[in-house]
């Protein structure tokens, strides 16, 4: 044998096998577990009749966890002292704390509350139900909540059947059936009986399930609810992965009716009138703040001060928050303010009585600490004047303070808005003839005429109106002197120059609207919802916008303002008056400009809870809880 000849192809071979046993696989642990839970046995079983024990359990094949038990499982009907829930191994054991009702049929509903403890494979949406009595009850309704004011889905909301038609059982019993509001306001009610009902939605804040505070957001139906149910047909969907169709194949199943209840949520008007707090938030005012709208202003007294022409004062236009402005150095600069305060209190029979209270305001330095900052304020300056001294910089003048203006008027101004001036403290005196605006007209400035008035919802704040033309220039001077502060300030001179918009640089909107109230109002909103303009909408059921800026998305919103008040009101379960209807069209426009838009709008085309667009919804849907399919992707990796 020539060992030579055949030593490098024996080496290799040698090479090869020993590189072989070296680089053997590391197994990857087999398949996941992507099978959920499997109930294998209960106690009691499964639509038990005449069951007395009020300790549930519910076995499965794998161990178990239990997820979000407060958000997801509910009792019904519901019960007053919580039931206690809890994943033990294979089992979940229920343990009910209240007396059972006779001839009740009881259902636990865990939607996908139960995952298996590994992988955390949920067993969707589960319940168990037993009987008291010798029948058990199977009807079904199911809808959506939304929120009356802006159609947001309404998560975590009660919703309950009350078999006692009466107005009074909302605001005295508890709900004979309940269920829970998703993340998509979605609700279903299981276990009913035969019959007839009103449902309401609670948000129940001290969970005794009745309607006992006007803080607590509701819903109710006008309609009678009475649940039924059909035999039917649905299409059923197989896949072979992920993105390829298996077989479409029809099945029968059973549908519950109602199926499509929409609730509108509210919060009523809270009537009740009591002082909600008090705050010296600043040392030269303060501001009171009351529960509810008030026709009148309470009375102040000073205790250890004289209230007479003490005050400048500015309320809202329900009297609900009002600010007091002290307008004596004296007075503000003292460490405590003693105030008594009369008011219409509303007492325990729901009447107004007159109530008298004892304020203390405590300004947030006292006299010490504030002269204390004054002296280092003054040290500090001093210092800056030796060093300027030092430097040869002998002449130092104080710069005069003026009262503090904010002109709001950009240099591109838009043809529908107006000028705004606002300050910082009440002005004392105003003169209307130190304002001057003009427009430029061949290269010269000519005055042209406008409007000065108070903004009659903003304290502080004015706006000055003209008859802006597009492509004009205009100037607006403001002379010293012409607003005079309540603490002797007056304001600098001021020239602000704008330019008024190309029309061809707006688009424009024009709405056909079908179904809408006598006394509807269009509303454009933007992408967070903030209400941009109103336009009431026509006998003819036309609602126009002009002057859109390009490049920014609008959303249209429409109201039926039934009392024409020109804003939307809210519901009042006591007198049974729903809160006004709203209604999403359900498209968003990115405006061109020059352009024009014109849309036909059946407010009643789309249901209600689809009609907003998900991209302006602030409650996003939870992600549905699925197995996670992790072996499609173990596969992938093993070549398979």
Known sequence: MNWKKHKLPALLMLMIVVYSCASMGTPDGGPYDEEPPRFVRSSPKPYATSNKDKKIAIEFDEFIKLEKTSEKVVVSPPQLEQPDIKASGRRVLVNLMDSLKPNTTYTIDFSDAIVDNNEGNPLGSYSFSFSTGEVIDTLEVSGTVLGAADLEPVKGMMVGLHSDLNDSAFLKKPFDRVSRTDSRGRFSIRGIAPGKYHIFGLMDGNQNYLYDSKTEMIAFSDSIIIPTMEAAMRQDTLWKDTVTVDTIKTVGYTRFLPDDIVLRAFKGINDRQYLAGSERDKENHFVLSFSAAADTLPTLKGLNFDEKDAFIIESTPRNDSICYWIKDSLVYQMDTLEIQLDYLYTDTLNQLVPKTDTLFLANKLTREQREKLQKKANEEKEKERKKREKKGDTLQVEPTKFLTMNVDAPSAFDIYRNIYVS???????IDTSAIHMEVKVDSLWQPTPFLFVADSLMPRQYQILADWQPEQEYQLTIDSMAFKGIYGLHTDKVQQTVKVKKMDEYGTILLNIKGAGTNAVAELLDASGNVLRQQPV??????????????????????????????????????KIQPEEVFYFPKVWEMKANFEFEENWDVNAIPADKQKLDEIKKQKPEETKKVQDRNKERARKLGR
């Not at 300050?423 to 005196?429: C, M, R, W």
């Open 423 to 429: 300050f910082e403290e009440p002005v004392a005196s």
């Open 538 to 575: 026509t006998v003819e059921g036309t609602a126009d916008f002009y002057f859109l800026n390009p490049g920014t998305k609008y959303y249209i919103r429409l109201f039926n303002d039934r009392n024409s008040n020109g804003v939307w009101d809210t519901g009042d379960y006591d007198k």
